[in-house]
């Protein structure tokens, strides 16, 4: 253990007190509530139509706005990592807009562009399809919000590939598509399952880009998040700190998994070594 | 006679050189190509429309959408929160880093997750849980009453839910960089007779000056532009518990799209400095590293 340098007591102290005071105790207290309620009263909220329902969109609408990111994302980072070309630096910048970017702002916008008479609403609405006040609106408000993560994980693992693997390969006689299927997509496929999953569960969690768009219709375009929001704002304080926390517990496991999978990572890299 | 077996020609490009996956000249073009447009649509698209639709009814009425005292408390507000909550989490995130990055200890890759954990975590269900210690049924409710102290639907609990939300921000920059550049400096240093605080100021920080400032800049966005955790702890009164993006709520739904956007515009110039300053940021590192 270092013990040359000095500080270690006082910087892990103010670490521990802050983080306890900060995030524990009130994650504690939201737990506190969530166990007052009691496992029957519990399931009966989780199973209610409209907190059932929210449950379904929310994840239904998680899983499409992944799929996106996935592969939109997993383009993007190709691009980035491989290419060289006129205007690369800035759509690299532009990646990161969504982290910057306030929620509300972007939901907003998003909803101006999707609305009957705006920009891509209007086309859309005369080929039928409608995505504002509709699902189909909370999937691409999450999908903004989410777009950094498959990018930023997949980009740097792209970057560091070697060359010598793939032209072995390719000195073997293999096709792009063969060396990508067997080569390069092992290679960076846990980096992209974290990216993946982190995407999800912050479309999970997403608040203030959905509620611009959504139209916000119980059972129908109604989100986990804006369901507790209401429940707060009715004072129903049960029902907020199930919903709370079964969403908070949704967060631990996904946590679980992406620790998994680097875990996982680190030892096959430590093995190729 | 029997036929030779095929053997696989190797493939090379016209000047014989290394071939790699999807460097021919049409997998380039389409996939750039595509690329480019899917980003146009989804994420230039979205920035434009916030300017033209502050701008719809010209200049005039975009600036008279400040004047509104309501607004101009919002931003006030904003920049107080921001004044308050920054600072702190940069001193969180300096005192994180020191003992993570410069000591080896049980539990140590426990508290890196611990300070993280804020990413994972829904602005709602911070919200929530802020509101289960400090409203009025809530942990310490009761005793905040007897000692009439106000912070659920207050300014005090717009900045703790804020401090939760952003709390990862500077240590997440600091962490890595610091362990990445380990302690002789420091342990030089100690051997110079330096105290503590000296090292900290005159060798830690000059050495992660950029990364510090990145992640300040990040928390600084975000803390301004944070409203699922702020929509619940501030009780959304005009005028006193408005921030920006609250304020830009209200607006939208007062019907009043161009003042909405107008101020959205405020949080956009933003997010465009933070991103520029990003840029700079590493553009400025790499030179430094290839100084060395």
């Not at chain 2, 300014?155 to 550049?181: K, N, W």
């Amino acid at each position: 253990m270092n013990r040359v340098i000095p500080g270690f007591g006082l910087s892990l102290g103010i670490t521990l007190l802050y983080l306890s005071l900060i995030v524990l105790l009130p994650l504690g207290a939201l737990v506190w509530q969530a166990l007052d309620v009691g496992w029957e009263r519990y399931l009966a909220i989780l199973s209610g139509p409209r907190t059932a329902n929210a449950f379904r969109i929310t994840f239904g609408t998680a899983a499409l706005a992944t799929a996106f990111n996935c592969v939109y994302g997993l383009a993007l980072a190709w691009v980035l990592a491989r290419y060289e070309f006129p205007g690369k630096r800035l759509l690299d910048a532009l990646v990161d807009v969504p982290f910057a970017l306030p929620t509300a702002v972007a939901g907003l916008a998003l909803s101006a562009l999707f609305v009957k008479n705006g920009w891509f609403g209007g086309p859309l609405a005369t080929l039928g399809i409608d995505v504002a006040y509709t699902p189909l609106g909370i999937a691409i408000a999450m999908a903004f919000t989410s777009i950094p993560f498959v990018v930023r994980t997949v980009q740097p693992v792209l970057e560091d590939l070697h060359a010598d693997v793939e032209e072995a390969a390719a000195t073997l006689g293999a096709s792009d598509r063969r060396i990508f299927a067997t080569v390069i997509f092992p290679a960076i496929f846990p980096a992209f399952l974290t990216g993946a999953s982190l995407s999800f569960a912050r479309s999970l969690g997403e608040f203030g880009a959905i509620i611009f768009i959504a139209g916000n219709l119980p059972g129908k375009t109604e989100v986990v998040s804006l369901l507790t929001f209401i429940r707060i704002e009715e004072y129903d304080y049960p029902a907020a700190a199930a919903i709370a926390a079964t969403l908070l517990a949704t967060a631990f496991v996904m946590l679980f998994l992406v620790n998994m999978i680097q875990l996982w990572q680190q030892r096959r890299i430590g093995s190729a070594d | 006679m029997a036929a030779p077996p095929t053997i696989p020609r190797p493939r090379k490009d016209d000047l014989g050189a290394r071939v790699r996956v999807g460097s021919g000249a049409t997998t380039r073009r389409v996939l750039i190509g595509a690329v480019l447009l899917v980003t146009a649509l989804i994420l230039v698209a979205p920035l434009a429309a916030i300017f033209a639709e502050a701008l719809k009814h010209g200049w005039g009425a975009y600036a008279a959408s400040f004047a509104a005292p309501d607004t101009q408390y919002a931003i006030w507000l904003t920049l107080i929160t921001a004044l308050v909550v920054v600072p702190i989490n940069i001193g969180f995130g300096i005192a994180a880093a020191w003992c993570i990055a410069k000591f080896s200890f049980p539990g140590r890759n426990l508290l890196v997750a611990l300070v993280e954990l804020p990413f994972s975590i829904s602005p709602i269900i911070a919200g929530v849980a802020y509101l289960f210690v400090y409203g009025a049924q809530g942990l310490l409710g009761p005793t905040l009453e007897a000692w009439d102290i106000k912070i659920m639907f207050a300014v005090p609990g717009i900045m703790l839910a804020s401090l939760f939300v952003t709390a990862p921000f500077v240590a997440r920059e600091l962490i890595p960089l610091m362990i990445a550049q380990g302690s002789e400096e420091e342990e030089a240093a100690v051997t110079l007779g330096a105290g503590g605080w000296r090292i900290l100021r005159l060798v830690t920080l000059p050495n992660v000056r950029f990364a510090l400032l990145y992640g300040a800049a990040l928390c600084n966005a975000r803390v301004m532009g944070e409203f699922g955790a702020v929509s619940i702890v501030s009780g959304n009164i005009r005028g006193q518990t408005n921030t920006l993006p609250l304020q830009i709520e209200l607006l939208y739904q007062d019907n009043n799209a161009v003042a909405a956007f107008a101020v959205a515009t405020l949080l956009t110039a933003v997010a465009l400095v933070t991103l520029v300053a990003k840029a700079i940021i590493e553009r400025l590192d790499k030179a430094r590293e290839a100084a060395h």
